[in-house]
């Protein structure tokens, strides 16, 4: 646990972690020569059960409260120092103003100097401390008189402080790694070397890490936790890490940096937030007004854009967007602290809702929906809600980075939640069984009315169907989707388009009747050297542009194969010659052939024959080195129909092929996405 002092100048703060822990935490000159702590100091204490207690030591004075920030973003519990014979102060009250605003709930107060006053006087005191404390995060703490000079009250508070430390991280730790560097320094001998807060998660020697925002890349070569050497430090103490990699110097990081689990490193500029504006402060929050924010270790300039219609007023809450000078690193649910450009006075403070904020349409009815569920506590409960509202699915990877989560805790949530997940490349997309079902509804019914009124297309281009959707789904989502029907053999993605699994193409009557006439002149003793679609048109004396929709259209249904431009086979006849190609290959040495063998045994003219040849080439039936080529046995079936007379793979429109390769899964394990949807509810199709 990570004790935090608190309170105003020459209260007592350092004397009494002093007495507590034994550590003069003032390390500056500076500091011992005017008496006053100026930056963060730091102190350990050993509990006796092994366990060690930290202490972070904040200056007082108002000109150094931005170094006080950035080290109470980091404890766990705060010590509020209060001079017995000075009472209140404006520090003190800043003080408290700030600890409450980073939500830290969990403390006690050390009325300090009691030596010097009465009995009385302490009374009087103690009770001015609590009314300040009423309407708080901290309006529970016991107040505990203490003297460093007479030592009145240490061993008490001592023994209290560590009780409460064995209670503290009971439940273990969870989140991915993450540290928010105070200090960095280099030691002779050692390296470079990175102090701080854990503010989430645990890392071990060895491990890798990235400094971020800078991106940075390195290794964790050793640890001291709470000022001890160790292989493992974790949420709720200060460590030091020994940090080696390229480009890792002394001064290439710097206080506000955080040293993270690779897969946390994704640094943002413009951050939705809640803001609660302190009622001494002068002015409303408007549009657009210049800040300082705190947040972690780091001080940064930005800018604040109102979520709601009025400028929020003093003691007043609402939600806003900060627009950062910078790139930040941080995590959803963190708190933060705003103050003033000059850095004298502390407005407000929050916590952060959404790290990948929209730089427009940042106030509609929708936008507001999914802040509202963002605004939960809980992450579980906030993506409960996020799948409820539009756009109605979440990627799961991009949350797990944003909360800081493990890879088992997202899958764990998305599992209590039974939801449908789909994976694709670099993102996990989750959606409510219910809006899956409602969705698969919805494309089936949409593919089956596409088929009624195209009889003669072999299927629909993912973008069209995308656009006629009733809930329109990114391309990316959709693609997964579409692969989870193309496992479940409700649809089959072949040629570039989507078709319902019993869907075959049918002509019209005219076209039929014309294809009759059109298939003589494709077979027999000429099948090797067929016309071309324009001599087809002048034999038949018909228009060019039916006979070529009629090809094309029996292309597309894999009965024909445009070989070159306008000069189309049967599909049985492309079949014919792999097998012929295959029998040259089988005749020759090497099994290699040259394009000439396979003219003579073609018969059908050089030009026509190096078409052939070359298509064949691209469909990696033939493999070409040079002048000569050998047959790819793995691909010599190509061509071929299947049992049930359908070709096995598509031709002019390239191969069947599903819409990416993401892996599926529902709330309920590894089984095939139907998220509770009755397959037979739409049964395949079948047409003649």
Avoid at 102 to 112: Q, W, Y
Avoid at 390 to 405: E, G, H, I, N
Avoid at 552 to 557: A, D, E, G, H, I
């Amino acid at each position: 646990m990570i004790v935090g002092t608190a309170g105003h100048i020459d209260h007592g703060k350092t004397a009494l972690v002093r007495a507590l822990t034994g550590v003069d935490t003032d390390r500056l000159k500076e500091e011992k020569a005017r008496g006053i702590s100026i930056d963060l100091g730091f102190a350990y204490l050993p509990t006796g059960d092994g366990s060690v207690l930290g202490f972070v030591d904040v200056p007082g004075h108002e000109k150094f409260v931005r170094n006080m920030l950035a080290g109470a973003t980091g404890i766990d519990f705060v010590l509020l120092v209060v001079a017995a014979d000075d009472g209140v102060m404006p520090q003190t009250i800043e003080h408290l103003a700030i600890v409450d605003l980073l939500g830290i709930d969990r403390g006690i107060v050390a009325l300090s100097k009691v030596d010097l006053i009465s009995p009385a006087r302490r009374e009087q005191v103690a009770q001015n401390i609590l009314d300040r404390l009423s309407g708080t995060g901290l309006a529970h703490l016991e107040v505990v008189p203490v003297s460093s000079v007479t030592g009145e009250g240490i061993a008490d508070l001592r023994s209290e402080l560590v009780s409460i430390s064995r209670s503290f991280l009971a439940g273990g730790v969870q989140g991915r790694f993450r540290l928010a560097v105070d200090r960095c320094f280099s030691l002779t001998g050692v390296g470079t070397v990175v102090t701080g807060a854990v503010l989430s998660g645990a890392v071990r020697i060895g491990e890798p890490v990235v400094l971020s925002p800078s991106g940075l890349s390195a290794r964790v070569r050793s640890i001291h936790a709470q000022n001890r050497p160790t292989i493992r430090g974790h949420a709720g103490e200060r460590c030091a890490l020994n940090l080696t990699g390229d480009g890792i110097t002394r001064n290439s990081i710097r206080r506000g940096d955080i040293v993270l689990d690779p897969e946390l490193h994704a640094p943002t500029d413009r951050i939705d937030a809640t803001l609660r504006v302190l009622a001494c402060e002068p002015k409303s929050i408007s549009h657009w007004m210049p800040v300082r924010l705190y947040h972690a270790a780091a001080e940064l300039d930005a800018r604040v854009a109102l979520l709601e219609d009025a400028p929020i007023r003093p003691g007043e809450a609402g939600r806003i967007q900060l627009v950062l000078n910078r790139p930040t690193a941080a995590a959803v649910g963190d708190r933060y602290v705003l103050r003033d450009t000059s850095g004298l006075r502390t407005i407000g403070g929050g916590r952060f809702l959404d790290l990948r904020a929209p730089a427009r349409k940042r106030r509609t009815s929708e936008r507001l929906a999914q802040l509202d569920a963002l605004a939960l506590a809980d992450p579980q409960h906030s993506l409960a809600s996020l799948v409820e509202r539009s756009p109605f699915y979440v990627d799961l990877t991009a949350f797990a980075r944003d909360y800081a989560l493990t890879r088992n805790e997202i899958e764990t949530m998305a599992e209590r939640l039974c939801l449908t997940r789909a994976a694709a490349p670099n993102a996990l997309f989750a959606l409510s069984t219910e809006t899956w079902r409602s969705i698969k509804r919805n494309l089936l019914t949409t593919l089956d009315a596409f088929h009624d009124a195209n009889p003669e297309m072999p299927g629909i281009d993912p973008e069209r169907l995308r656009q006629q959707l009733e809930l329109r789904l990114p391309a990316q989502v959709l693609s997964c989707l579409l692969q989870a029907l193309v496992q479940t053999q409700h649809v089959v993605f072949e040629s570039g388009s989507i078709r319902l699994r019993g869907h075959q193409v049918k002509l019209t009557t005219q076209d039929g009747r014309l294809w009759s006439k059109i298939a003589p002149l494709l077979s027999g003793a000429d099948r090797f050297r067929p016309p071309r679609g324009r001599q087809i048109a002048d034999l038949l004396q018909t228009s060019e542009t039916d006979v070529r929709r009629v090809l094309k259209s029996l292309s597309r249904q894999g009965k024909v194969i445009e070989i070159s431009p306008d000069h189309f086979f049967l599909r049985e006849t492309a079949a014919e010659m792999v097998d012929i190609a295959g029998a040259i290959a089988a005749d020759t040495a090497g099994g290699q052939f040259t394009a000439a063998q396979f003219r003579d045994r073609m018969d059908n003219g050089r030009k026509v024959a190096i078409q052939i040849l070359e298509f064949f080439d691209r469909h990696g039936v033939t493999v070409r080195r040079g002048d000569l080529r050998r047959v790819n046995r793995q691909r010599i079936d190509l061509f071929q129909r299947g049992t049930d007379g359908a070709p096995t793979a598509a031709t002019s429109g390239g191969e069947s092929s599903p819409v990416g390769r993401p892996d599926f899964k529902s709330g309920r394990g590894r089984e095939p996405v139907l998220g509770g949807f009755d397959p037979h509810s739409l049964p395949p199709r079948s047409r003649s």
